[in-house]
């Protein structure tokens, strides 16, 4: 990559990033700023954006629930939501095409009705981005936009398929059945490579070898044989592993595709007004999709949540375009056109996540009439009985703060986590856990009394974003109660403190501590106990 692309992309990342945006709007920005000084992606760029997007299907797929895909809320959904807005921007560019408008001129209905299909995406790259920066990939509603994400995914691979008039090798099938066949060879090698840079090196060959380099040699999509690959893997223990090992080179080569984007074409002011008109709509999708969630008997909070993850426009929307210029079904301002809207979408999508709790609360009382009557069983609101100490997150630090508070005070404990398997393993073990989200306004908003009153708090969620957000929700909310949280580094620490944490453990600081502890516990025990041996052969022998 070259070294003016790492510094303009660093400079405007930071920059943005200190004004609470999420740092991937400044390499967008950065983009356009070196595209306006004359510099070029070129195929480097091209390839780093490429490897990107592979892993980041690669991750998804470590974390998908096959399952899921077959909700009505998630298949139904994501089918709906396109037919209807493929027919709504479909009409509206026909319109805007019979006017006279000269971008819209050489487009019949046909042509009309594929622009709307690339509109009807939304992005995989910015969702994920977003919910693994909040911590919430795991909670419902990330889940329902992942999985509707999926479904869209899925439709873009099967038009490019189709459209392109390339078909798959006989061999795509034989392919697929290998790989299911293989699958328990794969999960042996995985079991058995350790958890260093072997595991990353087996990790980088299963999405990069195996699934890219597999699906494109039969004339499949290379980012659909990762994902395919990707859910091979899901389920072993070492899935999250190869997750998190993996996550920096998905960052840094994200950070490409961002640019690229940006870099994609020098924007007229005809295009960028295009794109601007273009970028009004996207207030339809959001609507629609939170309307048609809510119908799925999905709460309003989870539905808004969802619906503001998908609130852009998508990079397989470009890809759907540039396959209409190369067979010279549409003009190549088409595709700076769409670059511009998708790029405008994804910077108003940003500021809009991050403040989407807040946007919930302010505006709940008018959003709850539009639900219906009956909930989903895994959307019910959150009720913690009886407890008046929650422990949210019940990772592997959660757990343990879980029983011993649960030794300590007993059965006035309760754990929260928003990952069903997770809720469902603890229950099986005994433990007092229900499925809920620390960020949810709509339990701290309820009015309780006596006994039963949340008085402390303690957040262990993996995420530090996920935490602050936790915090800001109590704060706003008025929480009289004590608040712990965890944190990794000495500045989350003093974040957490002027947020208004009473109490934060440093994991990493305070495990050296807490394991001498523990020696000292258990030579104190072991000590003990020899002088209680020694104490009884004394008796013994006074006694003979």
């Known amino acids: 990559m070259d070294p003016l692309w790492i510094l303009v992309a660093f400079i405007l990342g930071f920059a943005v990033n200190r004004v609470g945006l999420p740092p991937l709007v400044g390499y967008l920005i950065a983009g356009f700023v070196l595209q306006a000084i004359g510099v070029e992606g070129g195929e480097t760029l091209e390839k780093i954006a490429d490897l990107g997007v592979t892993l980041l299907l690669f991750s998804i797929g470590l974390k998908l629930r096959l399952g899921s895909l077959a909700k009505p809320e998630i298949w139904a959904g994501a089918s709906i939501h396109m037919i209807v807005t493929v027919i709504v921007f479909g009409a509206g560019t026909y319109v805007l095409s019979l006017a006279g408008f000269s971008a819209f ?27 693994e920066e ?29 459209s392109t008039g390339k078909i798959p090798s006989p061999w795509a099938i034989a392919l697929v059945a290998g790989l299911l066949i293989a699958r328990p060879l794969l999960l042996a090698i995985l079991s058995r490579v350790g958890h260093r840079e072997l595991l990353l090196l087996f990790s980088v060959f299963l999405a990069l ?14 980012d659909l044989g990762a994902l395919f690959v990707g859910v091979l893997a899901a389920g072993h223990p070492k899935a999250e592993e190869m997750a998190k090992g993996l996550l920096s080179f998905k960052d840094l080569f994200l950070v490409g595709f961002f640019l690229s984007i940006g870099l994609a074409g020098a924007p007229t002011l005809q295009a960028i007004g295009i794109g601007g008109l273009l970028t009004v709509g996207v207030i339809f999708k959001v609507v629609l999709f939170f309307l048609l969630l809510t119908r799925f008997k999905l709460r309003a909070r989870t539905s808004l949540l969802a619906s503001f993850s998908l609130a852009n426009y998508s990079e397989f929307g470009l890809l759907v375009a540039t396959t209409g210029f190369k067979n010279g079904w549409i003009g190549s301002e088409w595709l700076t056109i769409l670059a511009i809207a998708l790029s405008m979408t994804l910077v108003l999508a940003s500021p809009l996540n991050s403040f989407a709790h807040s946007i919930y609360s302010r505006f709940c009382e008018r959003l709850k009439p539009l639900e219906t009557k009956t909930r989903l069983s895994e959307d019910q609101p959150l009720d913690p009985g009886d407890a008046e100490i929650a422990i949210f997150g019940l990772g592997r630090v959660g757990t343990g703060a879980y029983d011993d508070m649960r030794q300590r005070h007993g059965e006035v404990v309760i754990g929260i986590d928003f990952d069903e398997k997770t809720v469902q393993k603890h229950l099986e073990a005994g433990r007092k856990v229900i499925l809920g989200d620390p960020t949810d306004h709509d339990f701290w908003a309820k009015p309780r009394q006596g006994r039963g009153k949340i008085q402390m708090v303690l957040l262990t969620l993996p995420e530090h974003t996920a935490n602050m957000t936790a915090v800001a929700q109590l704060t706003e909310m008025k929480f009289a109660g004590s608040i712990a949280a965890t944190a990794k580094f000495d500045d989350e620490v003093e974040e957490l403190k002027a947020a208004g944490v009473h109490a934060v453990f440093n994991l990493y600081a305070e495990a050296g501590y807490g394991f001498a502890e523990h020696v ?3 030579l104190d025990a072991k000590a003990e106990g020899k002088e209680l041996m020694n104490s009884e052969d004394g008796m013994r022998n006074a006694e003979s």
Not at 107 to 115: G, V
């Open 105 to 131: 001129g050489a487009l019949d209905f046909k042509l009309s009705l594929m622009i709307a299909f690339a509109l009807s995406f939304s992005s995989t790259v910015f969702a994920v981005k977003v919910l």
């Open 134 to 162: 909040r911590g919430e990939m795991s909670s419902l509603h990330g889940r329902i936009s992942i999985g509707i994400l999926i479904m869209q995914d899925i439709f873009a691979v099967l038009f490019l398929t189709f």
């Open 209 to 222: 070898g195996l699934g890219a380099g597999g699906f494109e040699f039969v004339g499949l999509k290379p």
């Open 520 to 522: 000292c516990e258990a």
